[in-house]
């Protein structure tokens, strides 16, 4: 019902703009009934109206016009602190109770809201703005049989609307019908899950044939199906059309936020709209996120507030006695007020002014201050040119403010893979053939080389055809070509017909492919380069140009690629009649079946495999076997057989599969670099000395993530073992995490023998896991993670993760990635950071504490939704280690310095009620009251939180065990603010112990008493000045120009707003307002008090910096002895660290590389596809001008032909 | 000179073998005025100007209610606040539907006492002049407290359709007889109205100024106090002294500030010693080795 409501007044915004527009939000309405099953009849708005479904608006923003006030003030007095303020505002004004001026109040209150209320509506503008940008997008929905262009929120449930190639889908539609045979169409739904491979959806084949928009008008089928839910990967519903029943399921279903792909048009019945798609429903709830420190800020608050009542119970019951005893008698010189009849009474009132003049305690300025400290943190975060990308010109943004701190603190990064540890480019990168190994470049040193190093790429010019984007290194492959090496020729023709990719030609010479995969995509590109050129296919056929020379292959059968085969092939036969199979796979898979002759070569190859995979490179092994006549003959009708036998039909065909792929011969095997975002193994690598755990979240498959996690050093081969968690069913997974957990537990019970660990476990199972010897790896399937994070399950999943250095979990549904985020926030109590680029990453990045999302690529909703956004996940390094250390020692010390400066500023009024007959009587001066927080002591703790720094940048990217204070969050925590409170209130007691010692009995030089009042109050505040200034500069760690003014400034300040207060022009203008005339220069011209304030200030200073040299050399902090070495190293030359960079191991493991599905191998067989060639060419050629594309079509419809003929045309073309 | 003396007298009265025991429960209204006279002897000779303070102890100068308790734009001279002081004066603001001028408790509670010093030599008393001005800072003499305005510099006609505060026995433009102390610009009323920040207090009284070089200002010797006892403190135990003292450079006596001086200074030096040996001990041992990584 919330979310039916959602929609309801939004937009008022754009009223300013387009008052239509807005109107098509509103008209949603609350429905009170959970809905049970959806029921949607096309083409029908009345019937489908009276079930209320939400529109297709979708709304983000908070406020309106009209409510922002109201609810933003509403907000704001959710804050414990406005409210406490607001409070006090009122006590103020009772004259009885009123112990100081009600401007003391009511200037930072109001200062302090409108400052909030400004950044909330700037916030929400920015909302609306993007609401507005996503609502107003265009659509073509067919109303009354034509279709009209209609913006996205006008679009109903139960429309039929028309999609055009590379369109967004508006909402989540079922499928009707299509441009391409059988209702066929294609999408990528990277911003929905992040698998960037394209994917087929298909009509039922009742709609497919509803082509034009007549017969679209005409149909009125009703889909009942389930209740809108966030599972993407499941749909469950029956269409009731003309009396009949077809169910449809998710194969049919095209989702908001997938991209129309390879199809010239589709029409779609809208099922789910606005915030009912599967989309927004995993997009999770925006929650507004606070900083752990802000949760314990307002502990303390509260905690300090309960402080202020006891004072206050204190000093009340004081008064009661002090007017019981003292009072009541002095009453001939000080009679009670009037209404005051006892002194209990008046104990009462005194409890309510002390409260007032002690409320500073809880000072108002505290919040705005830590939000002005947080927002230059931001600009130092959105200024910093390291962390700025020339290459796509995007700096890192920090789009929220009030989180900074807590990237000091993180402990567990949860990442994406696509797009945010990799480019998601795959290139062809090494490949051994034939025992050689290609692809090293030969000044390489070590480590992969920048750019820059490398020698010029091999020229490829010889071959008109080549994809100029192509680059290899090793000009010795493409000379092994042209010298003819036949192994050489074999392992391209291997390449260049052992795939199920699509070929497009735009024009002459001019290829563009459509793989399924990237990896598919490198390896026939890389073939194409050395001049074995895929052009075209059929059906049937498979033309490649060779060298120069076009040769049609015939395509007998595609034995495609599945998740327990790990290979595929292609049996071709040559036009020399020969019949070849060409098989590639995964090493381990493939190795086994080559045949004995192979032996030696094998052993080459696989140390090659080895090689390769130690650089995290995703390998593939390729083969070969040439298949006599018959023998196939025989085993074609087998197939054939197999295939048209309904049950068990998969089994037979494995079997089969498995027959052919036999005896094969090695060829070589390939190397493809998933190519990761610059300096990620070592972003990675530092991270994790800095004691963050990383855990990589990803849609993708298993082997691709386990891949990258080598590539990337997560996994490497030091690592004692890699779980690996597949099960299907809870007690399988439960299985498999126990066992995990047991080998953890029996390796280190073999280090510490002797210890009885069954005992510990019994007690704490956590504690053992955590001390676990040996580095453990996790890898985790998405369908066991989904009953790993039952409820059941949930800690013993947990457990055993956390006992893992690191954790890899594949194949998981967005919101699969924020339940294993809120998993660790549940139940560690740690600070996680999520970070990702796409939208598959919205909900991981909204649950996590700190949200990041990767800029500069297509989507922004992940950017959108995060708090922070820069475009490479090497800056991740910078803002944590260095922006994020930095705001979280700031942001401590200063909390620390604000809570120290106002006990100690406050606390001297307690003291002083034990001489002024508990009246609230305040020492100071109305007006240093209200200065003290806003005026002299503000900027310079300001300037200390804004530009501190315990050691410069560069030391705690060297040493990033620095990082470790703020893990274990030991820089503000409820020990620190009781020593900052403990040093304020014994600071208070000086302050106020010493000038009465000292005033007690002494006259001013000239015989006149000092000891009166205003006298007292200028000293005391005066030295407490003086006190705290010396004491931010003993706080301060780092000076700069801003440090100086500051506090030299606040100082200057201090005394001349004091002398002016006291000046003689200020008194003849408000006599009542500046009684203190004249008391700065009498007061301060005494030697006495100079005397006494230089007392103070000592006795003050010194215990602390007695206790911080100690601390300094017996206990030193890490920070200190990076600074202390960083002293001596100035004298000393310079000493560079590197970073040990990882060996290259020699593990061996299948890498089989292909991140595509299976099924396109059967697709292109059956020819079902094969419109896809031209069709696919109108998305990179929007006007479809080709005219051979024309030619093709017509002589398509002409011949009425299925299949075959258009691309013996296409060839023809290709060949004229 | 710069050693200062300080002689104090406890005139309260509370023993019974005080002189002033008979006035310990006078009220402000007594008329004639209860005196007691208080003998003492100054061991030293007071070689410097001597100042001379009356001192009340216990009494709440400092208390909240008291001190917001008065009008200073009155007390500066504006004549719409001399007829119609502010409402912090309450219950000291009117009197029998008159304004009270000067208003509020502060004035109220005005110390009405009056001490006179004789030396005695050979049974003889000589007075020993007392100066009443230059007691009061220089800026609430000129500066803060002013009578009000007017034609002709009568105060009497100046303070028309005001009342004197109720404690007091005659009004304010009768406190003094020459005109420049008189009336707010009073310098005993001024002391008084700079309330003390402590509960034990002393103010001003009158200064003792040192006629030539050849004579200490006072002589060691026998003197009396002659009191005027106005003021009651004995209801709420309050005491009153009169005291004598000589200043230096820094003012009066003040053993505290000098006791913490030498207590601070020498833990200093202590602290200072031992720091520097532990840190010559321990001190080096941060070095690049210890950092973990």
Redesign the interface.
């Known amino acids: 019902m919330d979310r039916k409501l959602r929609c309801q007044d939004s937009g008022f915004w754009g009223c300013l703009a387009a008052v239509t527009e807005v109107l098509g939000c509103i008209e949603v309405t609350g429905c009170c009934v959970i809905e049970e099953e959806r029921r949607v009849r096309a083409n029908a708005r009345e019937y489908n109206e009276k079930f209320q479904y939400a529109s297709n608006c979708i709304k983000t923003s908070k406020y309106n016009i009209v409510t922002f006030l109201p609810v933003n003030l509403f907000e704001q007095f959710q804050e414990v602190a406005n409210t406490y303020f607001l409070f006090l505002l009122i006590l103020q004004l009772i004259p009885q109770i009123s112990?100081l001026s009600w401007f003391t109040t009511i200037v930072p209150l109001v200062l302090v809201l409108t400052i909030t209320a400004v950044k909330d509506a700037t916030d929400d503008y920015f909302r609306h703005k993007s609401d507005n940008q996503v609502n107003n997008r265009q659509s073509q929905v067919l109303i009354g049989g034509v279709l009209r262009q209609e913006q996205w929120m006008n679009v109903r449930v139960g429309d039929i609307i028309k999609l055009e190639n590379n369109q967004f889908v508006a909402a989540d539609l079922l499928l009707l019908s299509s441009s391409e045979p059988h209702g066929l169409c294609y999408i990528e739904t990277a911003e929905l899950d992040g698998e960037t491979n394209m994917k087929v959806r298909q009509a039922i084949p009742v709609t497919a044939e509803l082509g034009d928009t007549s017969q679209l008008a005409c149909f009125d089928g009703e889909v009942i199906c389930e209740p809108p839910n966030n599972k993407l990967d499941k749909f469950g519903g029956t269409l009731y059309w003309k009396d009949n029943k077809y169910p449809l399921s998710n194969q049919n279903m095209l989702l908001r936020g997938c991209v129309l792909r390879n199809t010239e048009w589709c029409f779609g019945l809208v099922i789910f709209a606005g915030p009912d798609t599967k989309l927004m429903q995993n997009s999770g709830r925006t929650k507004f996120k606070r900083t752990s420190i802000d949760r314990l800020m307002n502990t303390l608050v509260l905690w300090i507030f309960g402080f202020l009542v006891c004072m206050g119970v204190i000093l009340a019951i004081g008064n009661a006695i002090w007017e019981h005893e003292?009072?009541v008698?002095?009453q001939?010189?000080?009679?009670w007020?009037?209404g005051v009849h006892s002194a209990f009474f008046s104990g009462f009132l005194s409890f309510w002014?002390y409260i007032i003049i002690l409320n500073t305690v809880v000072p108002i300025s505290l919040y705005v201050s830590v939000e002005v400290i947080r927002l230059g943190h931001s600009y130092f975060i959105n200024w910093d040119k390291k962390m700025y990308c020339a290459k796509r010109r995007t700096p890192a943004e920090a789009r929220t403010t009030t989180l900074n701190e807590e990237l000091g603190q993180v402990e567990y990064i949860f990442s994406d893979k696509t797009g945010t540890l990799t480019q998601n480019i795959m290139v062809f990168s090494k490949c051994s053939v034939n025992g050689h190994s290609y692809g090293d470049v030969q000044d390489m040193l070590g480590h992969k080389a920048e750019l820059g190093e490398r020698p010029e790429p091999v020229d490829f010019s010889f071959n008109p055809l080549a994809d100029p984007r192509f680059q290899f290194w090793d000009p010795s492959l493409l000379e092994a070509v042209k010298l003819g090496d036949l192994h050489v020729h074999e392992f391209f023709r291997l390449l260049s017909l052992c795939h199920t990719v699509m070929s497009e030609e735009k024009s002459e010479g001019e290829l563009l492919y459509k793989a399924q995969s990237p990896d598919e995509g490198a390896l026939v590109t890389a073939a194409r380069n050395f001049g074995f050129v895929f052009r075209s296919r059929t059906p049937k056929t498979i033309t490649v140009q060779e060298l120069g020379q076009a040769i049609t292959y015939q395509l007998l059968a595609i034995l495609d690629f599945n998740n327990i085969r790990k290979r595929m092939s292609v049996i071709v036969r040559s036009p020399e009649g020969k019949i070849r199979l060409y098989c590639k796979g995964a090493d381990t898979i493939l190795l086994e079946r080559l045949h004995p002759l192979n032996q030696e070569l094998t052993s080459i190859t696989t140390d090659h495999l080895n090689e390769y995979a130690g650089e995290g490179l995703r390998t593939l092994v390729l083969a070969y076997r040439d298949l006599e006549e018959s023998y196939y003959k025989d085993w074609s009708e087998r197939l054939h057989r197999a295939g048209s036998v309904p049950e068990a039909r998969e089994d037979h065909l494995a079997r089969l599969y498995d027959e052919v792929e036999h005896d094969m011969m090695l060829l070589g095997a390939t190397a493809i670099e998933d190519k990761l975002q610059q300096g990620v193994p070592e972003t990675i690598a530092i991270l994790t000395?800095a004691n963050i755990k990383i855990w990589v979240l990803t849609g993708d498959k298993q082997e691709t993530a386990v891949n990258i996690g080598y590539s990337c050093k997560m996994l490497t081969d030091d690592m004692t073992e890699v779980f690996v968690v597949t099960g299907h069913t809870v007690l399988e997974v439960r299985e498999e995490l126990r066992k995990a957990r047991e080998k953890m537990m029996d390796a280190s019970r073999s280090v510490c023998n002797g210890f009885s660990y069954q005992e510990k476990l019994s007690s704490n199972l956590t504690s053992v896991l955590e001390a676990i010897a040996g580095e453990y790896a996790l890898v985790i399937n998405g369908h066991s993670l989904a009953h790993a994070l039952e409820a059941d399950m949930e800690v013993e999943f947990l457990e055993t993760a956390c006992a893992c250095k690191a954790v890899i979990c594949c194949r998981v549904t967005p919101l699969q990635k924020a339940q294993v985020v809120e998993l660790v926030k549940k139940y560690k109590k740690a600070v996680t950071l999520a970070i990702g680029d796409g939208a598959n990453d919205v909900s991981m990045i909204k649950t996590a504490h700190i949200g990041v999302g990767i800029s500069g690529q297509e989507g922004i909703q992940a950017v959108l939704a995060s708090d922070y956004s820069f475009s490479q996940f090497k800056f991740l390094q910078r803002l944590l280690l260095v922006h994020g250390r930095w705001s979280y020692l700031r942001m401590c010390k200063f909390l620390c310095y604000f809570f120290y400066k106002n006990f100690a500023f406050t606390m001297v009024h307690f003291w002083f009620g034990f001489?002024?007959?508990f009246?609230?009587?305040t020492v100071y001066d109305q007006y240093f009251i209200t200065l003290y927080n806003i005026v002299y002591t503000s900027l310079p703790v300001l300037a200390m939180g804004v530009f501190d720094q315990d050691v410069p940048e560069q030391r705690s990217m060297e040493?990033?065990?620095l990082y470790e204070p703020g893990q274990l969050n030991l820089l503000f925590n409820k020990r620190e603010f009781f020593i900052c409170i403990a040093q304020g209130i014994y600071t208070s007691i000086l302050m106020f112990f010493?000038p009465?010692?000292?005033?007690?009995?002494?006259?001013?030089?000239d015989?006149?008493?000092?000891?009166?009042?205003?006298?007292?109050?200028v000293t005391v505040a005066t030295s407490l000045v003086i006190v705290v200034s010396v004491q931010i500069g003993l706080d301060t760690g780092f000076w700069t120009a801003i440090n100086h003014f500051f506090i030299w400034g606040s100082l200057a300040a201090y005394f001349t707003i004091l002398f002016t207060m006291h000046s003689?022009g200020l008194?003849?203008m408000f006599?009542?307002q500046f009684?203190f005339?004249?008391n700065a220069?009498?007061t301060l011209a005494?030697?006495?008090v100079w005397?006494?304030i230089a007392?103070t200030a000592?006795?003050c200073i010194?215990p602390v910096v007695?206790f911080r040299?100690?601390k300094?050399?017996?206990k030193?902090e890490?920070s200190?002895?990076?600074r202390?070495?960083q002293l001596?190293?100035k004298k000393q030359k310079t000493q560079h660290r590197c970073m040990r960079h990882a060996g290259r191991a020699g593990s061996r493991r299948s890498g089989y590389a292909f991140s595509h599905q299976e099924g396109f191998g059967e697709l292109i067989m059956s020819g079902k596809n094969m419109r896809l060639s031209s069709l696919a060419l109108s998305s990179f050629a929007p006007r479809p001008s080709a005219s051979w594309i024309d030619t093709l079509r017509k002589k398509k419809g002409g011949e009425g032909s299925s299949a075959g003929s258009p691309s013996g045309a296409a060839d023809k073309t290709l060949r004229v | 000179h710069s050693q200062s003396f300080t002689l104090t007298i406890d005139y309260t009265g509370t023993e019974p073998s005080s002189p002033c025991n008979k006035c310990l429960n006078v009220s402000w209204d007594s008329t004639p005025p209860c005196t007691c006279t208080i003998n003492f002897t100054l061991e030293h000779a007071f070689e410097s100007n001597v100042f001379m303070y009356y001192g009340l102890s216990n009494f709440y100068q400092n208390h909240r209610r008291y001190v917001k308790s008065r009008d200073d734009s009155q007390l500066n001279g504006d004549n719409s606040s001399l007829l119609n002081p502010s409402k912090e004066c309450e219950p000291y603001r009117t009197n029998e539907d008159k304004p009270i001028a000067p208003c509020g408790a502060i004035a109220n509670s005005m110390f009405n006492d009056t001490l006179e010093l004789y030396r005695i030599d050979n049974d003889t008393r000589t007075p020993i002049t007392l100066i009443k001005k230059g007691i009061a800072w220089w800026t609430d003499k000129n500066v803060k407290f002013r009578n009000p305005t007017g034609d002709g510099n009568n105060l009497t006609a100046l303070f028309q359709g005001t009342t004197k505060p109720v404690n007091w026995p005659k009004p304010v433009y009768m406190l003094d007889s020459e005109p420049d102390n008189n009336g707010f610009i009073n310098e005993d009323f001024i002391v008084w109205m700079r309330t003390a920040a402590l509960p034990t207090f002393r103010k001003l009284y009158r200064l003792i100024e040192r006629k030539n070089n050849f004579q200490p200002t006072l002589q060691a010797g026998k003197y009396s106090l002659d009191i005027a006892y106005n003021y009651p403190v004995h209801s709420f135990d309050g005491r009153k002294r009169m005291i004598l003292s000589t200043i230096s450079w820094m003012g009066g006596k003040n053993p505290f500030l000098g006791i913490a001086y030498i207590t601070v200074g020498s833990i200093c030096f202590f602290l200072g010693v031992v720091l520097l040996f532990i840190h010559h001990k321990y001190g080096n041992r941060n070095t690049s080795a210890d950092i973990p990584n």
């Open positions: 112990s003292v009072g008698c002095f001939i010189y000080l009679p007020d009037e002014s000395l001489f002024c007959g009246s609230a009587q040493y990033p065990k010493i009465y010692g000292v005033f007690a009995d002494a006259t001013r030089d015989g006149a008493q000092l000891a009166d009042y205003q006298s007292f109050a003689d008194f003849r006599p009542n009684r005339v004249g220069q009498n005494q030697p006495t005397l006494t007392l000592v006795v010194v007695a040299f100690l300094l050399d017996l030193p890490l200190d002895t990076v202390y070495t001596v190293r």
